[in-house]
């Protein structure tokens, strides 16, 4: 695990390969998480894109016209925003929880993962970890 500029933001990397290896024992970190005696809480990005999009006005024309997708991306920045923002309110999340991040491979091609984070990693009061597959760039 590398450690990013933020002191409450960890980032799990590990090979892109292994997603499915991962989330069949991603409980194994909540579990190691509670015994620490800290509280875990999960988010999954990986249907938030199909989510957004269909629930949009106009999603007939984009899944038709998938080249204007890119107009509206920021909008799905401010979903996740929003999204995340909620997720946290119902947890009940404090300074004592770790917050996970999954299914950040769902975003490529859509936003970066850099401006997901820096706009999720201010809203958590304690631990944030990003579940990365791939490679960190610096």
Not at 88 to 97: G, S, Y
Request: aromatic residues 16%; contains cysteine; positive net charge.
């Amino acid at each position: 695990m590398t450690q990013p500029q933020h002191s409450g933001l960890f980032f799990c990397v590990y090979n892109e390969n292994e997603e499915r290896w991962l989330r069949a024992r991603i409980d194994e970190f909540e579990i190691a998480t509670r015994q620490a005696e800290h509280d875990w809480a999960i988010f999954d990005l990986t249907d938030t894109f199909a989510v957004w999009l269909s629930s949009g006005r106009y999603a007939k024309s984009y899944f038709q016209k998938p080249h204007l997708l890119h107009t509206l991306l920021p909008k799905y920045l401010t979903f996740l925003t929003k999204e995340f923002e909620n997720f946290l309110q119902k947890n009940k999340v404090d300074e004592n929880t770790v917050v996970a991040i999954k299914g950040v491979g769902s975003l490529f091609g859509f936003l970066k993962v850099k401006d997901v984070v820096d706009k999720f990693a201010p809203m958590v009061k304690g631990r944030l970890v990003v579940f990365f597959p791939g490679q960190l760039r610096k």
